[in-house]
C-alpha cells in the first residue's frame, strides 16, 4: 500500500517553470514504479512521465519531452517534476500515481496504477 500526497502547483506565465513534488508513504519493503499524470478539463487523463525507484530509469510524454525532468528527491520518499518553459497547453491537475506490482519497466496507462495523490492544480497564462 502506498499513500501519496503532491505539493508545488501554482500559476505562471508562459516560459515559466514550477517544480512538483510527491512525498510517497510506502508500506512495502518492494521497489515500484511512480508516474505524473495530468488531466485537463474535457480531456483524458495524460502519463507525463514516470520513474523506477529501481533503477532509476525514466521516460516521458512525447509533449514534455525535454522539458520536464522526472527525478528522486534528497530522501528516498519524494519524487520532483521540474517542469520549464510551461505552455498554457500544460495547465492541468497533475497527479503523482504508484504501481506497486511492477518494479522495472514503468509504462503511462493509468490503468497500471492504483494508488493516487489528491492532485495540485498547474495554470499557465499566455
Known amino acids: 500500500q502506498v499513500h501519496l500526497v503532491e505539493s508545488g502547483g501554482g500559476s505562471v506565465q508562459a516560459g515559466g517553470s514550477l517544480r512538483l513534488s510527491c512525498v510517497h508513504y510506502?508500506?512495502?519493503?518492494?521497489?515500484?514504479?511512480l508516474a505524473w499524470f495530468r488531466q485537463a478539463p474535457g480531456k483524458e487523463r495524460e502519463g507525463v512521465a514516470t520513474f523506477s525507484i529501481a533503477l532509476g530509469s525514466t521516460s516521458y510524454a512525447d509533449s514534455v519531452k525535454g522539458r520536464f525532468t522526472v527525478s528522486q528527491g534528497n530522501g528516498k520518499n519524494t519524487l520532483n517534476l521540474q517542469m520549464n518553459s510551461l505552455q498554457p497547453e500544460d495547465t492541468a491537475m497533475y497527479y503523482c500515481a504508484a504501481d506497486p506490482s511492477r518494479t522495472y519497466y514503468c509504462g503511462r496507462d493509468e490503468d497500471d496504477y492504483n494508488y493516487w495523490g489528491q492532485g495540485t492544480q498547474v495554470t499557465v497564462s499566455s
Open positions: 510506502r508500506y512495502t519493503y518492494r521497489d515500484y514504479c
